[in-house]
Nanobody
Framework: QVRLVESGGGLVQTGGSLRLSCAAS????????IGWFRQAPGKEREFAAA????????YYADSVKGRFTISRENAKNTAYLQMNSLKPEDTAVYYC?????????????????WGQGTQVTVSS
């Protein structure tokens, strides 16, 4: 198993930047695909970005492509989501998720482990 803890959320103005971190403990971090999801009030949780075990492949939702960058440092058991050019519609709770097996990247059901989430609020 793996335990995930997100940090780095906060309040930022439109056009600003934040970097979220996902710290993992437990089983070998490099064994997991990592995804970032977000959930706005009254909406379903949606995919934002994912990264494969060694970081060789990344995947993004169209809504964040070109603005967000997912990365990982396996030696530090940590994944990141760098968010630039933030918009009010990016306001949500952001969750880090992990899956051990190969497969899809975009659905919440594909992931086995979840963090508690960190709030990101973008003011207009």
């Amino acid at each position: 198993q793996v335990r995930l803890v997100e940090s780095g959320g906060g309040l930022v103005q439109t056009g600003g930047s934040l970097r979220l971190s996902c710290a993992a403990s437990g089983r070998t971090f490099s064994s997991y695909i990592i995804g970032w999801f977000r959930q706005a009030p009254g909406k379903e949780r949606e995919f934002a970005a994912a990264i494969t075990w060694g970081g060789g492949s990344t995947y993004y939702a169209d809504s964040v492509k070109g603005r967000f960058t997912i990365s990982r440092e396996n030696a530090k058991n940590t994944a990141y989501l760098q968010m630039n050019s933030l918009k009010p519609e990016d306001t949500a709770v952001y969750y880090c998720a992990a899956r051990y097996s190969s497969g899809g990247y975009y659905a919440t059901g594909e992931y086995e482990y979840w963090g508690q989430g960190t709030q990101v609020t973008v003011s207009s």
